[in-house]
């Protein structure tokens, strides 16, 4: 942390993650960052019932309480500007970053329908988290109903729209509750939402609106597409239609209310909203065409600058300006991967070796291929290339002579692979991907890096920040602020990376071909239609789970 100077100018970055939210006071001129403090959300991830002993929840429900995102403005907000020992009266803008697709129905004025009394008991009127994947069965009609109708904008997503985003969570709450659907005047990204909470001012970005909402080359999916759909689905665009605006543009000023929460000057800039991945980009340095960014946590989104549209096949999307102005901004991402590695250290690691820690180190000590094991990384189903979240995990080769340890780096290197076939799939299309930037929680993972170099067959750098969204976002705002005049500038003044920390070793890059063969023999047997058992498995857990609780009882 460098100290304050006379004269300098500050920005606040604030980003919403999945379990938390954490604000950053950064300096403008050279990106030190002063402070920092996180504020946990009161109800986490809600996925059995809804809070206080409220309704229960069906299987692979993840709601959140927009309550919770208010409360990181009130108390870390405040609390990083005290311990970065600014004047708050230096502070020239704030900017935000979401998990995507995190969505929320509301009225009118932004009030969340989970916060209207006689909706309070209504899962569907609640924040629907980015990993909510009960809605696998709706985005498998609306792609089924795009491929039939050829609609131009399926191949700009790969082929297929998740489960997570923005047309197929709305479409679950019209079919299963009606009435929430009604009383939803808007539907909006948790990203604009606190925009305009901090504001007062609806705007929607273009980051999530491409990304997110299906918005391609000046509008969104038809009407008529979406009464094919359902016919009372149709005015589903009004719901989330807003003001569009760039990235790194001010979306307005800080209202007297925001000001009195966060502390800060009534009236500076904030910034449109964001997606944690996409604004990484800017401070891991990786606007320009090439430099892939993954952002690895509890799951992983890889986003990529590109010269020109292309369709690549499983992708989360290409989108103009999507990242940056002036680039196609690429995405795609894994469902899960620092949570498969938490589940194996909670659920199946034994005493002793129950820590990442010594996991990792009894991991490191053994050579490639030495676990005789394969496994594929779908513990959070598959959201990039094949995008079915009631996909599921899998190893291949344990014996009696299987170790803990072997176990733990098999998961290390299955989420590896799904990266390399990203990578594949981005390069097979025409989208160059020369090196990597890793960003995120896992980057103190050394064993971990290095898997990802050797299996990649990359360079792989580190970015230069421990708190890479909420940079990104602070470096969005300096430029919403007017104190730099463009995101790249901004970007090479503010953001770091420490480029080429990792370098492939040749006879691990071939020992890790061969296992990656096997990767991919059992991603396309399972993934692909030839064995569905996993879908299957899915629907009789779903069954005998929803057995227990009648819909009255789940939805009353």
Known sequence: MSGVAAGDKYVVGVDYGTLSGRALVVRVRDGAELGTAVNEYRNAVISSALPDGGTPLPPDWALQDPEDYREVLRHAVPAAVAAAGVDPVDVVGIGIDFTACTVLPTLADGTPLCEVPELRQRPHAWVKLWKHHAAQPHADRINALAHERREPWIGRYGGKISAEWQFAKGLQILEEDPEVYHRAERFIEAADWIVWQ?????????????????????????????????????????????????????????????????????????????????????????????????????????????????????????????????????????????DIFGWFVKHAAPAGVDSHERLTELAAAQPVGAHGLVALDWWNGNRSLLV???????????????????????????????????????????????????????????????????VTNRPLGIIGSAQGPALGSAIHAA????????????????????????????????????????????????????NDVMLRLRAIRNAAVESASSPQEVFA
Request: glycine fraction near 14%; charge should be negative.
């Open 388 to 454: 079915n979240h009631d996909l599921s995990g899998l190893i291949v080769g344990l014996t009696l002579a299987t170790r803990p340890e072997d176990v733990y780096r098999a998961l290390l290197e299955a989420t590896a692979y799904g990266t390399r076939m990203i990578i594949e799939a981005f390069v097979e299309a025409g989208v160059p991907v020369d090196d990597l930037v890793i960003a995120g929680g896992l980057t103190s993972n050394e064993l971990l890096m290095q898997i990802y170099a050797d």
């Open 198 to 338: 901090l504001c007062g001012v609806e705007t929607r970005n273009v980051c999530t609106a491409g990304y997110k909402g299906i918005r391609q080359d000046g509008s969104y999916p038809s009407a008529d597409y979406l009464t094919a759909l359902n016919p009372g689905f149709g005015d589903f665009v009004a719901k989330l239609d807003g003001p569009l605006l760039p990235l790194a543009e001010r979306a307005g000023g800080l209202t007297a209310r925001a000001a009195a929460w966060t502390g800060l000057p009534e009236g500076i800039a904030v910034a449109v909203g964001n997606v944690d991945a996409h604004v990484t980009a800017a401070a891991a340095q990786a606007l320009d065409p090439g430099r892939l960014v993954a952002i690895m946590g509890t799951s992983t989104c890889h986003v990529v600058n590109g010269t020109h549209p292309a369709e690549v096949a499983g992708m989360c999307g290409v989108v103009d300006g999507g990242i940056s102005s002036g680039a196609w901004g690429y995405e795609a991402g894994q469902s899960g991967v620092g």
């Open 479 to 530: 430029v919403a602020a007017g104190a730099h005049p463009s995101i790249h500038e901004a970007s090479r003044a503010m953001g770091r990376i420490a480029a080429a920390v990792y370098r492939p070793d040749p006879d691990r890059v071939r020992a890790y071909d061969a296992l990656y063969a096997e990767y991919r023999a059992l991603h396309d047997h399972f993934g692909r239609g030839a």
